[in-house]
């Protein structure tokens, strides 16, 4: 599927311009200047694998899928279906029939919220954190109002870590039936340890979901390991296309399940009077899905595990590392969080500079980075901000890209003071 | 890197840092006849503006800003511009500064109140290449037609 494949690397050392090299949209120029593309976290890039895959499946091997009887449906079908594998094998999944695919993360989310949302009991609970992204907010308050189940929010520490204390303190009656917390925070960069928090949520019998939308970009995912009940994942965060996204779920959870949407694919027979559902995942896939974009992804998995995740992780530890000590020399700047663990997101403000004057200067040098509240205005309040600015680092990020970002930084705070 | 566009950047004026970094009109009055507040809440920027009239005229106004430089200075030019004006041609300055952050040849108002001067304000006309940033320089005027929803000009 992959024509353009990364080079393999020796031992873990990722060869940063060769990987670029496959990124035609970093050729651009943003005013004249090289476009320093430092806004990953919100959207990643496409390496030309990714591009190619796509524009060859409507060039050469394109029909609706399921449904064709001809020869063109069939390899359509089969192509759709190896992504599936694809996707089983990137999350080390039991079963590929555990893998469904979505829009996104935030309909994967919502598609937990209503499928298993109708399985809890008023007077259950569901448990998040404060520094979830809306999409891991908003569709538990729907779920609160519409149900009448309790939304609780495990608070975090001052430097950005789960409370785990308090975390366990509110599982502790009882009332939980689904803990829902980010893998990695898109503001803060927190990794959060995941499989302890699934022990002590199993422990209190609850079961766990993980917004993995930023985790699995930077490191190997393995949700046998982590004991997940629940993942999920948005396939533009991972170099692949928009449009595609993946819930994984333990088997029996999902045929437990009603389903989500309701049409064509997703039914087992269908009269007037009723229909019987199709067998998982097929039942949680109604309509004709993204085809294209679902090739984009396989693609992108393919391509990012022949790069291999001890070199992403090295690679963007090093970023990450070389970011927080040229960030922290630029005057009146504060980094935002300072967790256990951190992924490839920094976020900072500045004394005297608010944050989208600082984008828009930015910019203007041809740096792109994200302004504002990353959509997790409850996680701002919290750590009494309205905004901030967030540089994010992917695995065609270089540290002279970095070098430049602090530099700009100091001359813009020069500019304003 | 030799030479920075931050520096020399258009948007940026001088008088829009200067005044974002130390505002002429900020504050609050003991007994404003009217009020009115804008808030973004798409990054949590704020104007509060009180407003002492006498008669039809705006005798005093201050603002209360947390905000980007563009939001901030756009309150202070603002307050400045309108002092001593009538109800009426405040919000004739208001139409006129909106025209102004849109495509010049795209707008009718642009003609009609073309007599109305905008002084100092015309700082902020180089936001239209800027779309994602237009609303922070209107954020104060949404405070303004808040505070005259209820004057009858
Ligand atoms: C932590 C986190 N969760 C969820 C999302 C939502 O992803 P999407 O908009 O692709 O559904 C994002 C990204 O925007 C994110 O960073």
């Known amino acids: 599927m992959a024509t353009h494949t990364a080079k393999s690397p020796a031992a873990s050392q990722l060869d940063v311009q060769a990987i670029r090299a496959q990124f035609p949209i970093l050729a651009e120029k943003v005013h004249d200047r090289p476009l320093v593309f430092l806004d990953s976290a919100a959207s990643a890039q496409k390496p030309n694998a990714v591009i190619d895959s796509m524009a060859n499946t409507m060039r050469h091997q394109y029909a609706n899928i399921h449904r064709g009887l001809h020869w063109m449906s069939e390899r359509t079908t089969e192509a759709y279906e190896g992504v599936r594998d694809l996707v089983a ?50 569709p538990w308050q729907m779920l609160r109002d519409r149900a009448g189940i309790e939304l609780r929010i495990a608070p975090i520490t001052d430097d950005g870590d789960l409370d785990m204390e308090a975390y366990k303190a509110f599982l502790a009656d009882g009332k939980v039936g689904l803990v829902a917390i980010t ?24 079961l766990v979901l993980f917004d993995g939308s930023q985790a699995v970009v930077h490191h190997k995912t393995d949700v046998q390991a982590l004991d997940a009940d629940f993942y999920t994942f948005t396939g533009h965060k991972l170099y692949g296309p928009t449009g595609i996204g993946v819930l994984w779920a333990r088997r029996a959870l999902l045929e437990q399940m009603p389903p989500f949407l309701g049409g064509g694919d997703m039914i087992s027979t269908v009269t007037f009077e009723r229909s019987t559902w199709a067998n998982i995942p097929h039942k949680f896939e109604a309509g004709t899905p993204a085809i294209v974009e679902t090739m984009g992804l396989g693609a992108a998995i393919e391509w990012v595990s ?60 041809g740096i792109a980075i994200r302004a504002g509240h990353h959509c997790a205005e409850p996680l701002m309040r919290r750590l009494g901000l309205s905004a901030t600015a967030r540089a994010s680092f992917g695995i065609y990020t270089q540290k002279e890209e970095i070098d430049v970002l602090a530099d700009t930084l100091v001359r813009i705070r020069d500019f304003f003071v | 890197m030799n030479s920075s566009t931050a520096e020399r950047d258009a948007l940026y004026d001088r008088l829009i840092v200067e005044r974002a970094r130390k505002p002429l009109h900020a504050g609050r009055l003991d007994a404003p006849d009217v009020q009115g507040e804008g808030r973004n809440p798409l ?49 004739q300055v208001a139409d006129r500064f909106k025209a102004l952050l849109v495509e010049p040849s795209s707008s009718a108002v642009v003609e009609k109140s073309h007599q109305v001067p905008l002084g100092a304000l015309e700082v902020f006309a180089p936001l239209r290449s800027h779309k994602a940033r237009i609303r922070c320089a209107e954020l104060p005027w949404v405070a303004l037609e808040e505070a005259f929803s209820h004057v009858d000009g």
């Open chain 1, 89 to 138: 094998g990137f999350l080390n999944a039991p079963s590929r029939e555990e893998i469904v695919f979505t829009r996104n993360s935030t309909e994967a989310i919502n598609l937990v919220a209503h499928s298993f949302g109708a399985l809890l009991r008023p007077g259950q609970a569901v448990l998040i954190s404060q520094m979830e992204h809306h999409a891991n907010l908003v």
């Open chain 1, 183 to 206: 893998h990695m925070s898109n503001v803060l960069g927190t990794i959060t340890p995941a499989s302890q928090i699934a022990e002590v949520a199993h422990a209190a019998g609850a």
């Open chain 1, 306 to 365: 022949q790069v291999g995740f001890d070199a992403i992780a090295a690679h963007e530890a090093a970023l990450t590392a070389h970011a927080l000590q040229r960030l922290a020399t630029v005057p009146g700047l504060k980094i935002v969080g300072n967790p256990r663990m951190r992924g490839g997101v920094v976020s900072f403000t500045m004394e005297d500079v608010h944050p989208h004057d600082i984008a828009t200067l930015l910019d203007r040098n």
């Open chain 2, 43 to 91: 990054c949590g920027d704020k104007t509060h503006l009180d407003i002492a009239l006498n008669g039809h005229h705006i005798q005093d106004i201050r603002h209360q800003t947390r905000g980007c430089a563009i939001c901030s200075a756009a309150a202070d030019l603002m307050a400045e511009r309108l002092r001593g004006e009538t109800v009426t041609q405040a919000l």
